[in-house]
């Protein structure tokens, strides 16, 4: 008998349900765009109701491509972090759009709290930085801006929640109100050391205790949808962050083992198992998951500019007609010839925090045309994450010997070689490439007793390509030394 799992990935841009089969092949895909608001600048909203019915509505087109009579054996959640939505708790209705990561309205809260000297214990605590990203400043903003919210939520009339949480609530019949461990951890409100909310951190942000939801492991029972839904009760048993996710859908389940996702920006997050690791170069702590039992904390690193470098060469400069034109382009040439293109649309990541930085191109000359340019711009990817992975390798004081990637670049095989010589590294690519999805099946399966210990899940990986290191490592020092020089000439000319 096939067992599957639904595996429901609320993300950014679209909700998309996905269902598997107990050999981790993929059995339906189904997936709605949702709506982006920008109600002024620096602030991006969501609502609320038409992602539960992009929810709805992909779960439902996915359960009719279940094979006849079968049924689901376990579902999953995963989600975009930090989106901050409150909502009544007897209509289900928002009271206010979802705040999404990406919004920057509340720069002014988090810069008065660390003049006020509350970084180094928030950072002790929950192992963030002191930023608007995360959610904490997020419902202070709509407890204060919103009429009457404030009131209503010290009665307990109120309830916040991380996407996942809202889903849940709903697909649950608002029964349940809980979040996992992963989300938990990327509120500022959460103490990654004692696993529980943060009473003076509750009490900093002035958020009423009722708001919050339960947190639980990510494998745990958290709920049943009722059959009246779907046509059919199906258990909820795994939630975790999107980056949680796809970290356990890589198969990153040991200390030391690492997977980049290469999209609009980069995102890189290692495990380090029952290690809390400080960062010394502003990398964020975070929780990694917890299941079976069992605790593991991360590293994470981002960087802003991956894909979007690709965007804005197709859609602001026009040189290039698709996305993937590039690959054929960079691969017809030998070199850059010199060229150098530090990404800085929106400012520097992780390590080099310069918010204020904006992108360059270096080393130009009459011989260069778009072929350099767009070659410079992918291998921009590889040196960021080589920045990161310095950073990474510092903080725990390890070495890497394998870099699992996944995102819509990692298609684009010269980059993945690319990648591999640069950061002289093995870079492995899965079969599925929908990891965000993948790992959070897994988690559910896991919560179901699908499979009886967290290392079983590992039997399920299985990549689709690999490359290996072909330049030695003398090769690259040259390029690496140009691209320092170009970041510290960028970051010199924004300081001025
Ligand atoms: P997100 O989840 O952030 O929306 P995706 O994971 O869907 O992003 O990846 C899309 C990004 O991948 C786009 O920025 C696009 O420019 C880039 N991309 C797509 N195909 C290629 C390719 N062949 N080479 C390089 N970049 C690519």
């Not at 070495?399 to 990648?419: A, E, H």
Request: aromatic share 8%.
């Amino acid at each position: 008998m096939t067992r599957y799992i639904l595996a429901i990935d609320q993300g950014t841009t679209s909700s998309r349900a996905m269902i598997f089969d107990d050999q981790g092949a993929v059995v339906a895909t189904c997936q709605q765009e949702i709506t982006q608001y920008f109600p002024e600048d620096g602030w991006v909203e969501h609502d609320g109701m038409e992602i539960i019915r992009t929810v709805i509505d992909t779960v439902a087109a996915a359960l009719k491509k279940l094979p006849d009579g079968e049924t689901i054996a376990a579902v999953g959640i995963t989600n975009q972090r930090e989106t901050t939505l409150i909502w009544d708790r007897k209509t289900g209705e928002p009271i206010h759009r979802a705040i999404v990561w990406q919004d920057r309205r509340t720069a002014d809260l988090c810069r008065q709290l660390k003049q006020d000297g509350h970084e180094e214990s928030i950072r002790d605590k929950t192992g963030l930085l002191l930023d608007p990203y995360f959610s904490a400043s997020k419902i202070k903003w709509i407890l204060d801006h919103v009429e009457g919210v404030r009131r209503r939520a010290e009665q307990g009339e109120l309830a916040f929640g991380t996407l996942d949480s809202f889903i849940l609530w709903h697909l649950t019949g608002g029964r349940v109100h809980a979040t996992d461990v992963t989300n938990a951890s990327r509120t500022l409100l959460f103490n990654i050391r004692d696993m529980a909310w943060d009473p003076e951190l509750i009490r900093l942000f002035d958020i009423p205790e009722a708001l919050l939801p339960e947190v639980h492991a990510c494998d745990h029972h958290f709920g049943d949808v009722p059959a009246e839904l779907f046509g059919q009760k199906m258990a909820i048993t795994g939630i975790a962050g999107d980056q949680q996710a796809a970290l356990i859908g890589q198969d990153c389940l040991e200390p030391g083992q690492i997977k980049a996702t290469y999209g609009t920006g980069g995102f890189i997050m290692m495990n380090t198992g029952d290690q809390i690791i400080s960062s010394q170069n502003r990398l964020l702590t975070t929780v990694a998951y917890q299941m079976g039992g069992q605790v593991a904390y991360a590293l994470e690193g981002s960087f802003f500019s991956a894909g979007s470098a690709i965007q804005w060469l197709r859609d602001g400069l026009g040189i290039i007609d698709s996305a993937a034109d590039c690959e054929a382009l960079a691969r017809s040439i030998d070199s850059t010839g010199g060229v150098y293109m530090v990404p800085a649309f929106t400012g520097l990541g992780a390590p080099h925090w310069t918010p204020e930085a904006r992108g360059t191109l270096f080393g130009l000359t009459r011989a260069t045309g778009k072929a350099e340019i767009v070659r410079a711009a992918l291998e921009s990817v590889a040196f960021q994450t080589a920045d990161l992975l310095a950073a990474m390798a510092q903080d725990a004081n390890i070495s890497f010997d394998i870099l699992k990637v996944d995102g819509g670049m990692v298609v684009n095989q010269w980059l993945l070689q690319f990648l591999a010589d640069i950061l002289q590294l093995e870079v492995i690519r899965p079969r599925v490439s929908e990891t965000t999805a993948y790992g959070v099946a897994l988690i559910a399966g896991l919560g179901a007793g699908l499979y009886d210990r967290v290392n079983k899940m590992s039997i399920f990986y299985r990549y689709h390509s690999v490359a290996s290191v072909k330049v030695v490592a003398e090769d690259t020092v040259l390029q690496k030394n140009n691209w320092n020089n170009a970041v510290r000439s960028t970051c010199y000319y924004s300081d001025r």
